[in-house]
């Protein structure tokens, strides 16, 4: 059974930054595709970013390339860079680790940008 555990959300002023993490237990990790999604209050969850085991990565066009994400699977972590936050960056961000089919997901961390 996979479990993964997000850290870093917290409370930013616009403009600020944060790094988000995410680490997964088991031994799929580097072979596994990861994701980071949001759902802001009264919205769906949305793709932000996703890294693939190769290391290839694709983004949500409306963040005008203003977020990374990386992974370090010697720590079976992914991270997500946040910079110039807005406040329609509030959500709660999601990271999942896909694999065989298979999905998992973390329950997620809080994000609030607001001066």
């Known amino acids: 059974q996979v479990q993964l555990v997000e850290s870093g959300g917290g409370l930013v002023q616009p403009g600020g930054s944060l790094r988000l993490s995410c680490a997964a237990s088991?031994?799929?990790?580097?072979?596994?595709?990861m994701g980071w999604y949001r759902q802001a209050p009264g919205k769906q969850r949305e793709l932000v970013a996703t890294?693939?085991?190769?290391?290839?990565?694709n983004y949500a066009d409306s963040l005008e390339g203003r977020f990374t994400i990386s992974r370090d699977n010697a720590k079976n972590t992914v991270y997500l860079q946040m910079n110039s936050l807005k406040p329609e960056d509030t959500a709660v961000y999601y990271c999942k680790l896909g694999f065989n089919g298979m999905n998992y997901w973390g329950k997620g961390t809080l994000v609030t940008v607001s001066s």
């Open positions: 088991g031994s799929i990790f580097s072979r596994s595709a």
């Open positions: 890294i693939f085991s190769g290391g290839s990565t």
